[in-house]
């Protein structure tokens, strides 16, 4: 496999231009086309150039393979093919304060959480920080948007992988999102969800990146998180809720926890209670998700009652938390799901 050009930051790209002995705007001509998602064969530089580049770099590294729409909220699901062949997807929402899309940091998984489609079939490969952005890149480019007028304005790194299991090159691709005379996306509107790998939380903490971390918690005693979360095995909730408290020391930004709401699993009013008590008082805010069900689990989804029984017993200790609104639930919205439903089909076809 080549390598992928979008890797390179404007300084690298000036580098290579010495490199190839071309004069230093043209590493500028090269950077503003690949921000804007065009392929190298189509940034307007020597054919002499491209040429060069091209016996190094793939041509797209990613593209989009086929997009879903929701007929409920126009929620759109992109599946996206790697130079590679394989397979990748993201979720592109619209909200009052901007456009957020979800991006995916690896082939699959391996964190093997009970309730995700992503680690069906576990870790392929990860993603490099170039195939991480070009996933913006690509939308914001289809949506119609511009260096000057992005379709993308928000990111959440919580798509197929665990970023923190994907650490240098998410951090690459965090500094690079962000740079200047690029796509330009502030690392305050990027959110970076993980299992709870606490070392590499710590690690974070200390890299100046102001981003929004967000903690997939979905239980509040370690027995019970084992059940659902394998990496409950690795780390404690103590050392996640202690981790937690050292980034917020080290950058002064709350943390968010996920808590998804599974029918007879975590989502009693003891389980409210014991929640409320984790976590009252604490910089921190809870972001309840109903479950969105994937047919490979024999997991189900909270009905709404009890999803807003559960926050009101927040809300009424004085936990800050909110219910998220669901989209995209009829295209497959969860992470994982759109890709491993079209290996199987293509499984399915090729045994016929």
């Given at each position: 496999?080549?390598?992928?050009?979008?890797?390179?930051?404007?300084?690298?790209?000036?580098?290579?231009?010495?490199?190839?002995?071309?004069?230093?705007?043209?590493?500028?001509?090269?950077?503003e086309g690949l921000m804007q998602g065009k392929?190298?064969?189509?940034?307007?530089?020597?054919?002499?150039?491209?040429?060069?580049?091209?016996?190094?770099?793939?041509?797209?590294?990613?593209?989009?393979?086929?997009?879903?729409?929701?007929?409920?909220?126009?929620?759109?699901?992109?599946?996206?093919?790697?130079?590679?062949?394989?397979?990748?997807?993201?979720?592109?929402?619209?909200?009052?304060?901007?456009?957020?899309?979800?991006?995916?940091?690896?082939?699959?998984?391996?964190?093997?959480?009970?309730?995700?489609?992503?680690?069906?079939?576990?870790?392929?490969?990860?993603?490099?920080?170039?195939?991480?952005?070009?996933?913006?890149?690509?939308?914001?480019?289809?949506?119609?948007?511009?260096?000057?007028?992005?379709?993308?304005?928000?990111?959440?790194?919580?798509?197929?992988?665990?970023?923190?299991?994907?650490?240098?090159?998410?951090?690459?691709?965090?500094?690079?999102?962000?740079?200047?005379?690029?796509?330009?996306?502030?690392?305050?509107?990027?959110?970076?969800?993980?299992?709870?790998?606490?070392?590499?939380?710590?690690?974070?903490?200390?890299?100046?990146?102001?981003?929004?971390?967000?903690?997939?918690?979905?239980?509040?005693?370690?027995?019970?998180?084992?059940?659902?979360?394998?990496?409950?095995?690795?780390?404690?909730?103590?050392?996640?809720?202690?981790?937690?408290?050292?980034?917020?020391?080290?950058?002064?930004?709350?943390?968010?926890?996920?808590?998804?709401?599974?029918?007879?699993?975590?989502?009693?009013?003891?389980?409210?209670?014991?929640?409320?008590?984790?976590?009252?008082?604490?910089?921190?805010?809870?972001?309840?998700?109903?479950?969105?069900?994937?047919?490979?689990?024999?997991?189900?989804?909270?009905?709404?009652?009890?999803?807003?029984?559960?926050?009101?017993?927040?809300?009424?200790?004085?936990?800050?938390?909110?219910?998220?609104?669901?989209?995209?639930?009829?295209?497959?919205?969860?992470?994982?799901?759109?890709?491993?439903?079209?290996?199987?089909?293509?499984?399915?076809?090729?045994?016929?």
């Amino acid at each position: 496999m080549k390598g992928v050009l979008q890797d390179y930051n404007l300084a690298e790209l000036e580098e290579l231009a010495l490199e190839y002995g071309e004069k230093k705007y043209r590493a500028k001509q090269l950077f503003e086309g690949l921000m804007q998602g065009k392929r190298i064969s189509d940034i307007p530089v020597s054919a002499a150039l491209r040429e060069k580049i091209l016996e190094r770099f793939e041509d797209e590294p990613v593209k989009i393979r086929e997009t879903f729409v929701s007929r409920d909220d126009g929620t759109k699901k992109f599946l996206f093919e790697l130079a590679d062949g394989n397979l990748i997807e993201g979720v592109f929402m619209r909200y009052k304060y901007g456009n957020t899309q979800c991006v995916s940091t690896q082939v699959g998984c391996r964190m093997g959480c009970k309730f995700c489609a992503s680690a069906l079939g576990g870790l392929v490969r990860n993603l490099s920080a170039g195939e991480i952005l070009s996933q913006i890149l690509a939308v914001n480019r289809s949506e119609g948007g511009t260096l000057k007028d992005r379709a993308v304005t928000n990111v959440v790194l919580m798509g197929s992988g665990e970023p923190f299991d994907n650490y240098e090159n998410v951090i690459r691709f965090i500094k690079n999102v962000s740079s200047e005379g690029g796509i330009c996306i502030s690392p305050r509107n990027i959110s970076l969800s993980t299992c709870g790998l606490v070392p590499q939380m710590k690690k974070f903490a200390e890299e100046g990146l102001p981003v929004n971390l967000t903690i997939s918690l979905h239980a509040s005693s370690d027995e019970e998180r084992r059940r659902t979360m394998p990496v409950a095995n690795a780390y404690s909730i103590p050392e996640i809720m202690d981790a937690c408290a050292y980034y917020f020391k080290k950058t002064g930004r709350r943390y968010i926890f996920e808590y998804t709401l599974i029918a007879g699993e975590n989502c009693d009013k003891e389980h409210a209670e014991a929640l409320a008590r984790l976590v009252k008082g604490k910089p921190c805010h809870v972001n309840l998700i109903r479950l969105n069900e994937v047919k490979e689990r024999s997991l189900t989804a909270a009905d709404e009652k009890a999803a807003y029984r559960f926050l009101g017993i927040l809300e009424k200790s004085g936990v800050s938390a909110t219910l998220r609104r669901s989209l995209g639930s009829d295209i497959g919205g969860a992470c994982g799901q759109l890709r491993v439903a079209y290996l199987k089909d293509k499984e399915n076809n090729d045994e016929d």
